[in-house]
């Protein structure tokens, strides 16, 4: 295993908003890993075990709810955060994505401090075990 940076697999259909979250996440030493779609998401998720993942909702064949469901239903991903990072803002859309399961929720356009402060806070959850 690599005793670097922390790997965050990203979920995101929208290659502007995968270039600007890449740029913003690898700047600030994590190892990005990428998927188009919710399909193929979990299969890099169930491959590669990420210590975080940001799931867009919105994804072209399964959405990020369900995404979400299925990551949080498997015994060796259901402990890894997954936050929802969606252009979803309307009243409910927090609730819904909380409710299928991601442990937080970022609504596009995320703010780069935003988006750095979410992810450290959850991967320090597991630093100080």
Do not use: F, W
């Amino acid at each position: 295993m690599t005793d670097g940076a922390a790997r965050i697999l990203y979920i995101e259909d929208n290659p502007q908003n995968m270039r600007l979250v890449r740029k913003i996440l690898v700047h600030h030493g994590y190892t990005v890993l990428e998927a188009i779609d919710g399909g193929s998401g979990l299969q890099t998720a169930y491959i590669e075990r990420p210590d975080l993942i940001l799931v867009d909702i919105n994804l072209p064949d399964i959405d990020g709810l369900e995404v979400t469901t299925q990551l949080k239903q498997h015994p060796e991903l259901r402990q890894t955060p997954v936050i929802a990072l969606t252009a979803n803002a309307m009243i409910g859309d927090r609730e819904r994505t909380l409710a299928a399961g991601c442990d937080d929720y970022l609504p596009k356009p995320v703010s780069k401090q935003d988006l750095l402060d979410t992810v450290a806070k959850y991967l320090q959850r597991g630093d100080s075990e």
